[in-house]
């Protein structure tokens, strides 16, 4: 009873703080781009506009729900509750400091592109069940983009997996706590970037929502929750891909610059404040992007991922896994590493990758 | 699981039918994660859920069939569909009765035996590195094989659809387009100073 007590404690406490920072994820979206086009951005609601969230959301609660007459009601009310399921499911794995994760999984990077790719079925059952031709049209479009750019970030994640030798997703933050990957692998770096845009549905990729050809995509006919349900989805989404980022080359909570003199500097601020600050940084990278680029055809995406992003980042894979087989670089495994004594040491003295092999060949011996 | 095959076939709406096809692939992947196979449960999310039932779900959709009444329904192939099953039944029995042998377990035995120091490497992540191992190791040739047989069925997929079109399509080439110079450019206004 205590166990199912504390577990519904956690998964509360994991989930309520997500809500929280996508509701102020689309608050800072609409204040960086009013900035970016020199407008003011909503600032009537509270101080500076700091509780529109909340009325956004009172406002989509108390809207009427309205059911098309010709749609297929059960599927029209399960999309949009599958979307934000899986939007909220994959957060699970997300490892926010040394330790603090709801599940450590074996295979993390694979859990989280499992449940992604399960998220194309929200968008189409959506789409079909609305029984209206832009819905349909506008779900065909996000589900093959979604599909076709999968395949080029399951490349570039591949080849962030052959350095550090585990899907784990805090092994492959510790692995970098001599360098994060953004530096040996920038050119995948900046791929992965593009395809996240792509993947997430946003600008300048967002092609399912092009409102000057489909009215608004796959959400056309929702209104009141149903939206809002989309809505919290996709942003959860993009948050969620930008943790991904972090994790996969910006050093996951581990602070830059691993030499003794910068990390007691560093070390003021807590791990989780890392993550936060690098995770908030790819979210400007989002909405900055939405402010600044137009957007493309969708022959022209489809051109990008399948010609271009698909054999640089296989080219790219092969190019990886062959540096690190001839110069043997292969690292060992740290599964061993994360039982809870050794949690302890970690923290008590990880400053740089040498100190951490030191650490574990002193726990060893 | 065989509740949800049955509704697959069972029921008039071609798009539940799918759909009831995807849960069943989703009960299958979680019955492989009860079994400890964390990493195949999770390419075969990936795999069946996400990439192939996908395609099968566009398809059905775009075809606009909504409602196959009972009467419709074609039985000649039931009896095929039968001896399929069969087949697999049997084949299920010989995997069965013949578990023992199988080197998965004796690998796992020996490594698990022999390498009482390096306990670590077999508490966690075992089966994906084991999997990984047998793959490249014992199984390498017939893993080509089956390398090869995808490679062969892509080739022969991509023909099939491959017509060529006699007549010049307006293609747009990117990399021309934004490398070309001015010189080049043919002006509509010739009259125009540049």
């Known amino acids: 009873m205590l166990f199912i007590i504390e577990q519904i404690i956690k998964v509360i406490s994991l989930i309520v703080p997500l809500l929280a920072a996508v509701a102020y994820f689309t608050l800072a979206e609409r204040k960086i781009m009013a900035s970016m086009q020199q407008r003011r951005g909503p600032n009537v609601v509270g101080f500076f506009g700091l509780l529109q969230p909340l009325a956004d959301g009172l406002k989509l609660l108390i809207k009427e729900t309205v059911l098309p007459s010709s749609a297929n009601t059960v599927l029209f009310i399960i ?14 794995v997300i490892p926010f400091d040394f330790g603090s994760t709801f599940i450590d999984m074996d295979v993390g990077v694979l859990y989280l592109l499992g449940i992604s790719s399960l998220g194309v079925y929200g968008i189409i059952t959506a789409g ?24 080029s970030l399951g490349l570039i994640i591949l080849s962030v997996l052959v350095i550090t030798n585990s899907l784990r997703l805090s092994e492959i933050v510790i692995s970098q706590s001599g360098c994060w990957f953004i530096v040996p692998l920038f050119p995948t770096f900046l791929m992965f970037l593009i395809s996240a845009l792509a993947e997430t549905n946003r600008a300048p990729f967002d092609l399912p929502e092009a409102e000057g050809e489909l009215v608004a995509g796959y959400n056309v006919e929702y209104s009141a929750m149903g939206f809002a349900l989309f809505f919290l989805g996709e942003y959860g989404n993009m948050l969620l891909i930008s943790v991904f980022t972090t994790i996969l080359f910006l050093g996951g909570w581990l602070w830059p610059f691993a030499n003794v003199l910068l990390t007691s500097f560093f070390k003021i601020i807590p791990g989780y404040l890392w993550t936060g600050i690098k995770v908030a940084a790819m979210a400007f990278f989002f909405v900055a992007t939405r402010a600044v680029l137009p957007r493309f055809r969708y022959d022209q995406l489809m051109y990008i991922g399948w010609k271009v992003f698909l054999p640089m980042s296989l080219g790219f894979l092969l190019f990886v896994s062959g540096f ?42 | 699981m065989i509740s949800c095959a049955l509704f697959v076939v069972l ?61 419709k329904k074609d039985l000649r192939f039931a009896p095929l569909g039968f001896l399929v099953l069969a087949f697999f039944l049997v084949l299920f029995l010989f995997v069965v009765l013949h578990i023992e042998s199988d080197t998965y377990y004796t690998l796992t035995a020996e490594e698990s035996y022999s390498s009482a120091s390096s306990f670590w490497m077999l508490s966690a992540a075992e089966n994906t590195e084991m999997l990984g191992t047998l793959l490249f190791t014992s199984y390498g040739y017939p893993f080509l094989i089956a390398g090869y047989a995808l490679f062969i ?21 990117a990399f021309v387009q934004v490398t070309r110079v001015l010189s080049t450019v043919r002006l509509f206004y010739k009259n125009r100073k540049i």
């Open chain 1, 79 to 92: 999309g949009p509750i599958v979307t934000f399921q899986l939007s909220i499911m994959s957060w699970a």
């Open chain 1, 128 to 151: 079909w069940a609305s029984n209206s031709k832009y819905a349909f049209l506008g779900a065909l479009r996000s589900a093959g983009q979604m599909i076709s750019y999968e395949v």
């Open chain 1, 324 to 365: 690190i087989f001839s110069f043997q670089l292969q690292t060992n495994n740290y599964h061993y590493l994360l039982s809870a004594e050794q949690i302890e040491i970690f923290l008590a003295q990880h400053t740089a990758y040498s100190e951490l092999l030191f650490a574990i060949t002193s726990v060893m011996s």
């Open chain 2, 11 to 71: 029921t008039m709406n071609t798009v539940y039918a799918v759909f009831f096809l995807i849960f069943s692939f989703c009960v299958a992947s979680a019955i492989l994660l009860y079994l400890g196979f964390e990493f195949l449960a999770m390419v075969f999310l990936i795999v069946y859920v996400g990439a192939i039932a996908v395609l099968f779900l566009f398809v059905v959709m775009m075809l606009n069939i909504r409602f196959i009444p009972w009467v």
């Open chain 2, 153 to 173: 069925a892509m080739v022969g997929a991509i023909v099939l659809t491959l017509r060529h079109i006699p007549l010049p399509s307006k293609k747009q080439d």
